[in-house]
Structures are given as structure tokens and as C-alpha cells.
């Protein structure tokens, strides 16, 4: 599971539906992996705006890369910037979680990811 695809996913109990705290969901016990992608700048340009970078920053800094600015580099700043390019990339994309579990800060919820696949199946109780 790609970093990037964290940033868009939240808890699936319907507890948390109206919870501010049900995203970003947190990882845990992670295992990265590395994988070893061809730059593309425009994907990382065009997608920046998309993201919820308050969410990124957490979840970076969870992960245990360095901290994130507080605010996105504009479309200039990260054509003029390539080390910054080129860090996001490799978070975004490069970066990807093989094993652990993302809990959530609202009901505590812990969803199993196995093989880089997160399981959203929830018991009957929490659906």
C-alpha cells in the first residue's frame, strides 16, 4: 500500500463517520518497502493540490521521514526544486507499507494490512 494512497483513506466504522478524528488513519508496526520508480514530475505536480497535506504530514512523520513543510510547495517552487521533487516522489510513491496495521484515533480500530493489501472488513458490531 502506497503512501500516497493513505492520504485518502479513513476508518470504516459508522461510529467514526462524523468523527474528525477517523482520518488520517495511523499507522502502526509498518514494514516499508522500497520500490524503485522513474521520476514522473508532472504526476507528483498535478496530484499535490489533491492532497490533504496536514494528513501527509502526519503520516510521514509517523513513518519516520523527515518533517514535511508546513505548507505545500507551489507548482513553481517544486519545478525549480528537484530535491524536493524528488522527495516527494519517493514518499508518494516509491514508498510503500508491506505489513502492520492503520488504527484509528477515534474508536481505536486497528485494520490489518498484509502483503501491502489493508483489510477494511469490519466485524458485525462496528458496521
Known amino acids: 500500500m502506497k503512501v500516497l494512497s493513505l492520504n485518502f483513506l479513513t476508518c470504516a466504522a459508522k461510529a467514526c463517520k462524523s468523527s474528525s478524528d477517523s482520518y488520517p488513519l495511523h499507522p502502526k508496526d509498518a514494514e516499508l518497502v522500497q520500490d524503485e520508480i522513474e521520476l514522473n514530475p508532472d504526476m507528483i505536480i498535478n496530484v499535490l493540490p489533491r492532497l490533504d497535506w496536514a494528513a501527509l504530514r502526519t503520516t510521514s512523520?509517523?513513518?519516520?521521514?523527515?518533517?514535511?513543510?508546513?505548507?505545500?510547495?507551489?507548482?513553481e517552487e517544486l519545478q525549480a526544486d528537484e530535491k524536493t521533487l524528488r522527495d516527494l516522489h519517493h514518499l508518494l510513491l516509491e514508498t510503500q507499507m508491506s505489513e502492520g496495521k492503520l488504527v484509528c484515533a477515534n474508536c481505536g480500530?486497528?485494520?490489518?494490512?498484509?502483503e501491502g493489501i489493508a483489510n477494511f472488513l469490519l466485524p458485525s458490531h462496528m458496521v
Open 61 to 75: 512523520s509517523e513513518l519516520g521521514f523527515p518533517a514535511l513543510p508546513e505548507q505545500p510547495p507551489t507548482a
Open 109 to 114: 480500530h486497528e485494520y490489518a494490512v498484509k
